[in-house]
């Protein structure tokens, strides 16, 4: 018989914050002194824009316009908009997983995938893109999936297909609840130190990298804010860089990335969860879900 369990689906009455309220409160945060790398960057704290940046503190409008999807790929049947377990006065977006789901083309489909362009990041060198999950309780990871995070150049830059004009950075959890930043980018492009990015960094010259690996856990039953802070290279150079957060912690930084090769940039996020991996060994066992809430883009230069 199969599990399922998700929150109550009723509409509730939402009373929103002001944008400045949100700017000094929820998403201006510094990483903590406290790392798991041995390199810290030269700075932590990342100044917002208020006209540079996009904020939804819940999905009260029960829609996804605000985000501006671009392409609605797979799993609209998936998504909810539901009342937050922990606040019941807000809503959220839920995503669910039936049983026997894995990797978008597999025999059912579980998850959602589309691409969004909330903000013009046609100039932005570097950008922060932040939210909060919940993994319901008792979520059972089996081998992994992929959680949202954003990409570059043009769209499918994952899935190994060839990203020497592309990139991206999603968030992907593994066994256990083991957490850790999968990107897609010109890997013949990189430095050594790469491969070599603590604690653990899996480096995989046909698919994605599995960076710093095990940084961090998700947790179930609780929200945790993940927050990831890209910033391209110059052209020719290994300068670019990136940041990870849990909760306002430190838990990735590496300054010696080409993210591009080419004269690409920044589009947008890709807004991707599902349970894989490529065959049924990563298949989840019984329906589950995942909930979203606090998207954040911002350009911070």
Same mark, same amino acid.
């Given at each position: 018989m199969r599990r399922t369990? @998700?929150?109550?689906? $009723?509409? *509730?009455?939402?009373t929103r914050a002001s944008s400045a309220t949100k700017t000094t409160t929820t998403h201006a945060k510094t990483a903590s002194a406290t790392?798991?790398?041995?390199?810290?960057?030269?700075?932590?704290?990342?100044p917002i824009s208020l006209a540079k940046s996009l904020y939804l503190e819940d999905f009260s409008l029960r829609s996804l316009d605000s985000l501006r999807v671009t392409s609605d790929r797979y799993g609209a049947s998936n998504r909810a908009f539901v009342s937050d377990p922990i606040n019941r006065a807000r809503t959220v977006l839920q995503v669910s997983y039936p049983a026997g @789901?894995?990797?978008? $083309?597999? *025999?059912?489909?579980?998850?959602?995938?589309?691409?969004?362009s909330p903000i013009d990041l046609t100039t932005a060198n570097s950008v922060t893109f932040s939210y909060d999950v919940y993994f319901m309780p008792d979520f059972d990871f089996v081998l992994g999936g992929k959680l949202p995070g954003m990409y570059g150049g043009h769209e499918s830059c994952s899935g190994g297909r060839d990203s020497s004009t592309c990139f991206s950075s999603r968030f992907m959890f593994r066994t256990n609840g083991a957490g850790e930043l999968y990107v897609y980018l010109d890997f013949s492009a990189q430095v050594a130190g790469f491969c070599k990015v603590p604690p653990k960094t899996i480096c995989n010259p046909s698919y994605g990298t599995s960076m710093g690996?095990?940084?961090?856990?998700?947790?179930t039953g609780r929200w945790i804010t993940v927050s990831q802070t890209v910033t391209l290279n110059?052209?020719?150079k290994r300068d670019g860089s990136v940041l990870v957060t849990v909760d306002g912690v430190q838990k990735i930084f590496f300054d010696q990335i080409a993210w591009r090769t080419t004269n690409i940039g920044f589009i947008g996020i890709d807004?991707?969860?599902f349970f894989g991996g490529?065959?049924?060994?990563w298949?989840?066992?019984?329906?589950?879900?995942?909930?979203?809430k606090g998207i954040a883009l911002t350009i911070e230069q």
């Open positions: 369990s @998700s929150p109550p689906t $009723s509409r *509730p009455t939402i790392t798991t790398t041995a390199a810290a960057p030269r700075s932590t704290r990342h @789901s894995f990797s978008p $083309s597999g *025999p059912i489909v579980g998850g959602t995938g589309f691409y969004a690996r095990g940084a961090w856990m998700f947790p110059t052209l020719g807004f991707e969860t490529s065959n049924s060994d298949a989840t066992p019984v329906d589950q879900y995942t909930l979203y």
